[in-house]
Nanobody, 124 residues
């Protein structure tokens, strides 16, 4: 049974930091490209950033470049999203996702597995 479980969300002031975690089980974690998406109320789910299965390639959406970073620990089957200098526009439910192919892509339908999401709220 595949599971992706996000944690680490919460309420933070603008300029603050959070680190999200995504614990995976039920599939061979090291074979999968992993990504973070987010969805704000009334908006479509959007790609935030991703890392390929080898961990050698990362890609971020423009609005988070320089503020967010991604890492993965294949020994712990865990994906991380470090978020710094958070802005109110970063407020959303954050989801981790996994896809079998070794390429970071930005389209949600291209991902096979999804977590349930964790809420991040940034106050001004």
């Amino acid at each position: 049974q595949v599971q992706l479980v996000e944690s680490g969300g919460g309420l933070v002031q603008a300029g603050g930091s959070l680190r999200l975690s995504c614990a995976a089980s039920g599939f061979i974690f090291s074979w999968y490209t992993l990504a973070w998406f987010r969805q704000a109320p009334g908006k479509e789910r959007e790609f935030v950033g991703g890392m390929d299965s080898s961990g050698s390639s990362t890609y971020f959406t423009e609005s988070v470049k320089g503020r967010f970073s991604i890492s993965r620990d294949n020994a712990k089957n865990t994906l991380y999203l470090q978020m710094k200098n958070l802005k109110p526009d970063d407020t959303a439910v954050y989801y981790c996702a996994a896809r079998r192919w070794n390429e970071v892509v930005t389209s949600p339908p291209d991902y096979n597995y999804w977590g349930q999401g964790t809420q991040v709220t940034v106050s001004s």
